[in-house]
């Protein structure tokens, strides 16, 4: 028989991402931020090759990117209007966490399912984020596609990709409810 948590269970029936925007400081602070990791890192990991790493983004590395993501945008033909866009999140943000997927060489875990792992880390980071009372939001946009940006901004390996930033603080609206997916039309069930 099982033990049920009905307080896990209440969590993740109505837990709701917080939209960047709405974030403002405090944003955790290391001692606030490692348990957050630590819950990240329980994530399925077939293998055990940890195919993922973390890159916690303070102030001073969250205004370097946004001046990145302003010198990025323009060589790449992108709109001002999207540039400025993507650049608020970076200067907007009390603190981002950037899940970065690293495939590691393997050949019992195929490829895709190490990069299905960085996103449970990412969806892991920002549960455990909710969970402790946080606001939280899994963003990524054009910048966190762009090769240069990922590998001047983050360091990045060319091997290497961003799987989520999470950005993270307090909450400083709480968002109204929005539409969730109709259950019976995503389902199917088979017996045979």
């Given at each position: 028989m099982?033990?049920?948590n009905p307080a896990a269970s209440e969590f993740l029936l109505t837990r709701r991402s917080r939209p960047a925007k709405t974030l403002?400081?405090?944003a955790p602070d290391r001692a606030a931020l490692e348990p957050l990791l630590t819950a990240a890192a329980r994530s399925p990991d077939h293998g055990k090759l940890e195919p993922w790493r973390f890159i916690v983004l303070e102030r001073g590395a969250l205004d370097r990117l946004?001046?990145?993501v302003?010198?990025?945008g323009p060589a790449?033909?992108?709109?001002?209007?999207k540039v400025e866009k993507a650049a608020n999140e970076y200067t907007n943000s009390p603190l981002a966490v950037a899940v970065v997927s690293a495939p590691k060489p393997s050949e019992k875990v195929p490829e895709i399912e190490q990069v299905y792992s960085a996103g449970a880390v990412c969806l892991a980071l920002l549960n455990a984020a909710l969970a402790a009372g946080w606001g939280a939001n899994w963003l990524s946009?054009?910048?966190s596609?762009?090769?240069d940006f990922i590998r001047d901004g983050l360091g990045l390996a060319d091997h290497e990709r961003v799987a989520g930033l999470m950005h993270i603080g307090t909450e400083t609206v709480a968002p109204p409810e929005r539409p969730r997916p109709d259950l019976d039309a995503i389902t199917e069930w088979r017996s045979a």
């Open positions: 099982p033990d049920p403002s400081g405090p946004a001046a990145l302003r010198t990025r790449l033909g992108i709109e001002p209007e946009g054009w910048p596609h762009d090769r």
